[in-house]
C-alpha cells in the first residue's frame, strides 16, 4: 500500500540533463529524509543527494554543483536535477525516504524501484 513510485531516467548524452522524480503513495503521516542513492556497474551503492526533515540539502562529492534535489511537500515528492551528466553518472539510481505510515504507525525505511540513467554518445 505504502510504496515510492520513481518516474525518470533514459539515456542522455554528456553534458545534458535529466531530471528523476519519486513520489510516496499510501497512507503516509509524516515524511523524514528523502534521498537519492545510485550504483554504477561494478560499484557499491553510494549516496547521490539527501533532502532532510530540517530543509537541509546534502551532496555526494562527485555530483555537487551539478545536481540539484528538490521537495515538494505537499506533493509528498522528491526530484533529483541532474544538470552536466558525464559518463561516470551511469548507474541505477533508487529513491529513499523515511515515511510514518501504516496502522499501527510506525517509521519505516522505504526504497523506490530502480531507474537506469545512462550517460553516452
Known amino acids: 500500500q505504502v510504496h515510492l513510485v520513481v518516474s525518470g531516467g533514459g539515456l542522455v548524452q554528456p553534458g545534458g540533463s535529466l531530471r528523476l522524480s519519486c513520489a510516496a503513495s499510501?497512507?503516509?503521516?509524516?515524511?523524514?529524509?528523502m534521498a537519492w542513492y545510485r550504483q554504477a556497474p561494478g560499484k557499491g551503492r553510494e549516496l547521490v543527494a539527501r533532502?532532510?526533515?530540517?530543509?537541509?540539502?546534502v551532496y555526494g562529492d562527485s555530483v555537487k554543483g551539478r545536481f540539484t534535489i528538490s521537495r515538494d511537500n505537499a506533493k509528498s515528492t522528491v526530484s533529483l536535477q541532474m544538470d552536466s551528466l558525464k559518463p561516470e553518472d551511469t548507474a541505477i539510481y533508487y529513491c529513499?525516504?523515511?515515511?510514518?505510515?501504516?496502522?499501527?504507525?510506525?517509521?519505516?525505511?522505504?526504497w523506490g524501484q530502480g531507474t537506469q540513467v545512462t550517460v553516452s554518445s
Open positions: 529513499n525516504a523515511d515515511l510514518y505510515s501504516g496502522v499501527p504507525r510506525v517509521w519505516r525505511n522505504y
Open positions: 499510501g497512507d503516509i503521516a509524516a515524511i523524514n529524509n
Open positions: 533532502s532532510t526533515a530540517m530543509g537541509t540539502s
